[in-house]
């Protein structure tokens, strides 16, 4: 009803919002979580929620007509994309000048598309990227507690070893050994037991069935299974799905939200007033950032800084493709769910942690492929363009290219140890090294600058970033793990400080 005032708000329900959403129903707090995507729970006519990244339809994208992947061809052919009806799907690709977001839409946000890698950053590192706060915190009690949240597993080391579902990473371990570089098992959310019972036939394949950035029917520990099932469990939750938020403003009460409603085919169907005292912003790097620049630039929350939209980074992706030897085989069959990383962060000259990622195609491609993050200082920024009501990015070719640089370094050493050369025919025209897109975005609302010490935001009581626009540009490794246990953190202490005080 538009009349009452909300206790708390949740924009988005991927992962800073959704440890925001069980923490505040633990404690009571009625809280409604509104989620621009769909809820996928419902099968669809071939029986499965999610379609699979070999035969693509309208569930796979946002709001297009076309699949967009990140490996734009195979022998430069364009075999990989495909055309679709055009439905609220669950992977986006927001395309700014020289940069292109990948994100989740959804009940469960970027947990439903990624590849479920759970890496808690270097310590050093994380000290470096987010000074003000406190690491023996971090690591004592933050970290382990949204790894025991989030499900994280290991693989078995030994079922590594002889399984058909990872030649493809021991091949990619066996050439970095070569070079004298070093490997590590990746922790994951995907449960490391269903994925052996996949390859023994006896469950449903998902990660052995090219099931990963369309999301997964099986097998993997999304957010709608973890912390917001628990959120639920509560009974001081609702999510509405199919709920984006367009404006904020103050209002005497707290804030006031323009909501609109798409029906399935994701048509606009409605707009709604909704009043909150409080107010989380969990919509993503991009989203939270891009609702807080127009409120600043719309006047709406005339009072925002200067600080809104800056600090913004990809995380030093590169993806980039090596050429096997014909007796090198990685296999027909690849879990979608990278499980051992290259780790070179402490190379003084050229840091980077590289994941070992699949090609589950399903065919022998003699391609090994890598999910590069560099350590570029670089940082881009948003401004609003009124024009289209939309945050402009604005990040450059020239930005990116330490990250090539850094990434070149490792794979040349890779190569010139095994006698094997770069994949050019990945990206749509010849180059080796792709960093135009980037599925970590990170920043835009930096802790410390656009709100303070905890997430609050500067000069609006009430109003809080729980997301990783709070992490300025950069976490060494994949960031989800980082979200959550910052999220962790920060709401710990606002629920400790700000619900006490009138
Ligand atoms: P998100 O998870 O992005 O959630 C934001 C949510 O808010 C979304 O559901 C969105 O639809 C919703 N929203 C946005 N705007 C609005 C609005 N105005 N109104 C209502 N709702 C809104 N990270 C890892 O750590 N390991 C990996 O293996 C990994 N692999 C990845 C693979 C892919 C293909 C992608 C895309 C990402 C991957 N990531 C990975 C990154 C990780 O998923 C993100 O860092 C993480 O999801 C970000 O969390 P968040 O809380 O900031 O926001």
Known sequence: PTGDVLPAVIVGTGYGAAVTALRLGEAGVPTLMLEMGRLWDTPGEDGNV?????????????????????LASLLWMDVINHDTERYPGVLDRVDHDGMSVYLGRGVGGGSLVNGAMAVVPKRSYFEEVLPSVDPDEMYGRYFPRATAALGVNHVDPEWFETCESYQYARLSREHAHRAGLTTTFVPSVYDFDYLRREEAGEVPRSALAGEVIYGNNHGKRSLDKTYLADALGTGNVTIRALHEVRAIRRDARGYALTVHRRDETGEVVERLEIATERLFLGAGSLGSTELLLRARDTGTLPELGPEIGQGWGPNGNVMVGRANHVWDSTGRTQSGMPALGIDAWDDPEHPVFAEIAPVPAGVELWLSLY??????????????????????????????????????????????????????????DTRAFENRFTYHPLGGLVLGAATDDWGRVRGYPGLYVTDGSLIPGSTGVNPFVTITALAERNVERILAEDWTTP
């Open 50 to 70: 999610f379609c699979s990244m070999l035969r693509p339809d309208g569930r796979a994208m946002w709001l297009k007509n076309r699949t967009r992947a990140p």
């Open 371 to 428: 999910l590069a993050i560099t350590k570029n200082p670089e940082r881009g920024h948003f401004s609003y363009d009124p024009a289209t009501d939309t945050a402009r990015l604005h990040w450059n070719a020239e930005q990116g290219k330490t990250s090539i640089q850094q990434a070149k370094a490792l794979f040349d050493k890779i190569n010139r140890a095994n006698g094997t050369t770069y994949r050019t025919d990945l990206f749509g």
